[in-house]
């Protein structure tokens, strides 16, 4: 029976250093040997990721936290933001000096030409200030957008929650998506494409952003680097992202033999 793991990439996949363990390459290479599909579930871009698919060996992702899908390096679901109400957010927010950071599958832009929470929000992600395009959400579809505030200085939000699906990911930093919109759903497009039941998925993650996909595949899996309110919603929760979280997660839902340390050491 085919089964497909999905992986987050910050703190799962990749440790706070941005690096990608060892042990973790190995173990999907030992999936994807073995048949088992194995698949990126993110709230980056695609432009952001193209290096970690191409040294992963993936061709499938669910990127925008489910709002571009692809498999087999085709696109199979879009979900962009609505042009209009980005419009009336971006008016709200600069009332409250807040910022925003518009997103495509290529590329992205700030409303602004220089905010330090923007700078300091990117480069926890290895990123730079974005070029300044306030009007970009007007010259092509946004998958996301980012804006920047924080917690305890966004309950004007709420005034949006007919119109956004907002996600923290930072102290000074939310994802917005479409209402409703979550990796979850983009990991219900990706299966229906490739005929897969729900008890026959996988998911590893450890941000505010897995919950929804945690909670909906068949079996959920938390880091132990995840937060308390993420582990709340997984089947298990293994070890850091840095020590050898993905195989130990990998062992303990049955996809990793016991020995499989052993044998690429």
């Known amino acids: 029976m085919k089964k497909i793991v999905f992986f987050d990439i910050d703190g799962t996949l990749l440790d706070d250093d941005k690096n990608l363990p060892v042990s973790t390459k190995e173990a999907i290479k030992t999936l994807q040997k073995n048949g088992i599909y194995t698949a990126i579930a993110t709230g980056r871009a695609p432009f952001m990721v193209t290096k970690l698919l191409q040294e992963l060996n993936m061709e499938s992702y669910v990127s925008f936290n489910g709002q571009y899908v692809v498999f087999g390096n085709e696109v199979v679901y879009t979900n962009p933001l609505c042009s209009i109400n980005l419009k009336k957010l971006a008016k709200e927010a600069s009332i409250h000096n807040h910022h925003l950071v518009y997103m495509n599958e290529s590329t992205l832009k ?8 923007i700078k300091e929000s990117l480069e926890s992600l290895k990123m730079v200030h974005p070029e300044h395009d ?16 924080k917690e305890g200085e966004d309950e004007y939000l709420e005034a949006f929650e007919d119109d956004f699906t907002f996600i ?10 479409p209402k409703g919109g979550s990796k979850a759903e983009g990991i219900k497009k990706l299966i229906a494409r490739l005929g897969f039941n729900m008890k026959d998925v996988y998911a590893f993650g450890d941000g505010l952003n897995d919950i929804e996909m945690l909670k909906t595949v068949g079996t959920g899996v938390a880091m132990g680097n995840a937060l308390k309110a993420v582990k709340m919603y997984a089947d298990y929760v293994t070890t850091n992202v840095e020590n050898d979280g993905i195989v130990n997660g990998l062992k303990a839902v049955g996809l990793l ?8 050491q």
């Open 168 to 177: 923290r990911w930072h102290e000074d930093a939310l994802d917005v998506v």
């Open 110 to 117: 700030s409303n602004v030409k220089y905010d330090h929470r």
């Open 257 to 264: 033999s016991d020995t499989f340390e052993t044998i690429n």
């Open 134 to 149: 306030p009007m970009f959400y007007e010259k092509t579809e946004i998958y996301q957008t980012l804006l920047f505030a």
